[in-house]
């Protein structure tokens, strides 16, 4: 019975969805604030299990000193970022952002730096790997043409970013012709970049759309056999 009242309400959120395809609606609407409201739930459950339970509220009162410490001020931060709700004691919730802002950027450039800079740069060196290439049975020409592919759309696309350039006589700043045609040649690597990102994110989507269509389909098909019985 549980499982046939699930597979009601999922057969009829899953109808809600698709009925933006004749426009928007009330049901469309609906559905989306209920899964929202659900979201935020599942969210704010994790945040608690996971998050502030563990960190915050247990080594208050069962943490060892140190941990005691750190909750405090973890605590104290969490006091004054709550003052921004407050016009007029907004100002004490500054420190908090500001450690957020400072730490965030810290963790976003450490992990560029990590994880695509220096992968990108030992990737394009080790695609002129030939005794690589030989040991995986590549020949040695079609892996010097893949590395040279690959070094050639990661310098044009960096030089497509670069926006300094001379000034020329007339008073106008152009780039010169070579840096033009790297730039130009980085478009298209990032143009087809792009189009990739967007192929994926369309598959992914008619996937989903089709995993849905065919959930009606074979919920409908059990209701059939259940009432036939």
Do not use: C, H
Not at 133 to 140: I, Q, V
């Amino acid at each position: 019975m549980f499982e046939l009242i699930s597979g009601i309400i999922a057969f009829l959120l899953t109808l809600f969805i698709l009925s933006y395809l004749i426009g928007d609606n009330f049901l469309f609407r609906a559905t989306t604030y209920i899964f929202i409201g659900v979201s935020a739930g599942y969210v704010a459950a994790v945040i608690w299990q996971d998050l502030l339970m563990p960190q915050l509220i247990q080594p208050i009162f069962i943490g060892t000193e140190d941990e005691k410490i750190r909750a405090y001020i973890a605590l104290f931060l969490v006091v004054l970022l709550l003052m921004k709700a407050f016009p007029r004691l907004s100002k004490l919730g500054t420190p908090s952002i500001a450690l957020m802002v400072g730490v965030g950027a810290a963790i976003a450039v450490a992990g560029t730096v990590q994880g695509t800079l220096f992968p990108q740069t030992m990737a394009a060196i080790n695609a002129f790997d030939l005794e690589a290439a030989n040991a995986r049975g590549t020949s040695s020409g079609i892996q010097f043409f893949e590395g040279g592919v690959m070094l050639l759309g990661t310098i044009s696309t960096l030089i497509y970013f670069q926006f300094s350039a001379k000034r020329n006589d007339d008073g106008k700043y152009r780039r010169n012709i070579v840096t033009n045609i790297l730039a130009l040649i980085g478009k298209v690597f990032i143009a087809i970049t792009f189009g990739v990102l967007f192929a994926g994110v369309f598959s992914a989507a008619l996937t989903a759309f089709i995993e849905r269509l065919d959930f009606l389909s074979t919920f409908i098909a059990s209701i059939k056999t259940l009432w036939l019985q």
